[in-house]
């Protein structure tokens, strides 16, 4: 065969590879179909789509989920099976490789312009294909983060407002409680009140035996116990009569245990409040309360005098002092004058407008506590304040504001070889002051290593008379069993209508005596729990007369009508 032969078979055989080519893209043409008919009946009866279509009948434009040759969405079988490419893009299968054939050898990915050729192409096989957006994803974790703590914000806002509501719930009911039982103390008060015209010819005049045996007197309105209340280490006591609360100082269990003040209502005696007072003031030594200002007034070994209210809870004054005080007293006048007697003798008075320093300091005429202080209305020439003292020397008056630099001792009430110990005031002008023996130095020292033993001593009350600036009249006196050691407390009540009465201890008998003093006899008597009687306290309630009585660690509560 000739060199021109061989050229001849050489171009036979390229025009048959030619023609073969040609048919397979013809047939591969018959099986690409370029529209969305391109899918057969039968391919859409076996293959499952990707995506569910809208209402708009197939919204092809969502990136990510249609063929982006055909724009149509792929499927999981058939001629527009997905598939992609080695750069990764995905496709249908008769797009891509139509879309190849078409360029040949230049063809490139339609994404990333990769070279690619036909065998490149893989077909994918998966039920569903799902593609996350990475962006999306993380708006996603955050706004799960975001509910989260969104969710646990609202739970502890709730959880904080039950919380409340349970507290809130709690404090009515407690209210309710008490409301309740202050209503049944209140309808039973009436009861009683409504009977008294039937029953106090019968129930309240009673014939009381003198104790001496000398004698008796009819008592048309004896005291009868209503009430006890129990005040674990409890002191002083005072009584509001317009608040109608009872004021105790207590001391609280433990070494060095403070002092706090315990406020009581008398309608409700279960409704009670602690007042605690700050660590420096100590042990307190006397209480008074001033009536219709809901304060009062504390003096403490903490060389402290405080004005403490009874409305808000808290100490509202303080004052300091050189020394410890063991009395105080409200001015019976003016409402912003405050009184305190030292444990060196001194009298102090101050300005509660002024903090910084006291009005009056007023040297005794001995260095003996002023245990007791009483502030009495003053003559109307004088224009000054009167306070009457007492103390192991005697009774003294103190005439504040005026010239005089000494206390005034009333002649009356030295005794040799006796002490005051207790001193009362009636308001008005009659004054009951109590003496025991003068205890020997030797048997002082030994009584003060043993405080605890204590026991009765005769002694006596003495009754005075106030004629006005230094004039006092001894009336008269009455012989009684007064504690050895303490000073005890004694008052004097004054009921419409009736005799004044004192009311004092006896330290043997465990007794609170009462006793007229327009006769000098005894008229009642009362038992107490213990023979240790701390303080007693009389005031006017509702027309009453009400008694209170500190033995031990409880009070009780006498009326009179």
Partial sequence: MDYVDMIAVEDQQD??????????????????????????ENDKKSSKEVVVCGDDDFNLDIEGL????????????????????????????????????????????????????????????????????????????????????????????????????????????????????????????????????????????????NGNGSGSVFCPG??????????????????????????????????????????????APNE??????????????????RPCTRQALVASLGKKLSIVSTESNNTVLTYDLPASAWSCSWDVENPYYVYTGLQNGMVMSFDTRQTKAPLETRIGLSCNPVHTLI?????????????????????????????????????????????????????????????????????????????SISCGVEGCHVVYKRGGAHSYQKTGSLVAEVDSIRLPKCSIINKPNHSSMFVAANEVTSDLVLHDLSKLAVVQRLKTPKNQISDVKCTQIWNSSVMGCLSGDVVQLFTSP
């Fill in 375 to 451: 502030s009495v209305a003053p003559d109307s020439s004088s224009g000054t304040t009167t306070l009457l003292s007492a103390s192991q020397i005697g009774i003294c008056e103190w005439n504040m504001g005026s010239s005089e630099e000494r206390p005034y001792l009333i002649p009356e009430s030295k005794n040799e070889g006796q002490v005051c110990i207790s001193l009362a005031h009636s308001g008005g002008d009659d004054l009951v002051a109590s003496f025991r023996p003068k205890i020997e130095t030797s048997t002082q020292i030994t009584v003060s290593q043993s405080p």
């Fill in 66 to 209: 249609c063929c982006p040759i055909c724009t149509e969405p792929w499927t999981t079988g058939g001629l527009h099976q997905i598939s992609c490419l080695p750069c990764g893009h995905i496709y249908g299968l008769s797009c891509i490789k139509k879309w190849i054939q078409q360029r040949s050898r230049s063809a490139k990915c339609p994404q990333c312009n990769k070279k690619c050729t036909r065998k490149d192409v893989r077909v994918l096989y998966a039920e569903q294909l799902h593609v996350v957006d990475a962006e999306v994803q993380k708006q996603v974790q955050s706004l799960e983060a975001k509910c989260a703590s969104l969710e646990q914000k609202v739970n502890a806002v709730c959880c904080k407002k039950e919380v409340e509501a349970q507290k809130r719930e709690a404090d009515l009911n407690l209210k309710v409680a008490k409301l309740t039982e202050k209503t049944k103390y209140l309808e039973r008060l009436l009861k009683d009140r409504q009977r008294e015209p039937f029953t106090s010819n019968l129930g309240y005049q009673r014939r009381v035996i």
């Fill in 222 to 267: 004896a005291f009868t116990l209503q009430r006890e209340f129990q005040v674990d280490g409890g002191r002083y006591f005072d009584i509001d009569a317009s608040g109608q609360l009872m004021i105790v100082a207590r001391r609280q269990n433990g070494t060095g245990g403070t002092s706090i003040l315990s406020k009581i209502s008398l309608l």
């Fill in 15 to 40: 025009e048959e590879e030619h023609e073969e080519e040609e048919e397979e893209e013809e047939s591969e043409e018959a099986e690409w179909i370029p529209s969305s008919s391109r899918v057969s």
């Fill in 272 to 289: 009670r409040e602690d007042i605690h007072l700050p660590a420096y003031t100590k042990a307190v030594r006397a209480l008074c309360v």
